[in-house]
Nanobody, 125 residues
Framework: VQLVESGGGSVQAGVSLTLSCEASAYTYSSHGMGWFRQAPGKEREGVAS????????RYADSVKGRFLIDKDVARNKLLLHMNNLQPEDTAMYYC????????????????????WGQGTQVTVS
């Protein structure tokens, strides 16, 4: 499973940014997908998840109402639309693929059973 994130950058508080994750059509059809982030010195924090079956979505309370997870099916891309960004959103953001589907319910990335890419940095000042 290969995941490639892009779209990060340095922005001012209050603006919007969209992250993109490229993966194969097989990955999207056979894995639950999502995003998590990790700030320096902090633990990984699940941000959003997309259920592989019916497309249901879940969000962490910290981003609910501001972030939107979406799929560009035609281009095999998972998107994370981030609105009204705040300094506390500063982190490395990772796209995640979960073969078990558990991440949808837990929003807890697991290094021994999930896949993720190299990440894309988001810095909000």
């Amino acid at each position: 499973v290969q995941l490639v994130e892009s779209g990060g950058g340095s922005v001012q508080a209050g603006v919007s940014l969209t992250l993109s994750c490229e993966a194969s059509a097989y990955t999207y059809s056979s894995h639950g997908m999502g995003w998590f982030r990790q700030a320096p010195g902090k633990e990984r924090e699940g941000v959003a998840s997309n259920y592989r079956g019916d497309g249901s979505v879940r969000y962490a309370d910290s981003v609910k109402g501001r972030f939107l997870i979406d799929k560009d099916v035609a281009r095999n891309k998972l998107l994370l639309h981030m609105n009204n960004l705040q300094p506390e959103d500063t982190a490395m953001y990772y796209c995640l693929a979960d073969p078990s589907g558990a991440y949808f319910y837990t929003l807890k990335p697991l290094s021994d059973s999930n896949y993720w890419g190299q990440g894309t940095q988001v810095t909000v000042s």
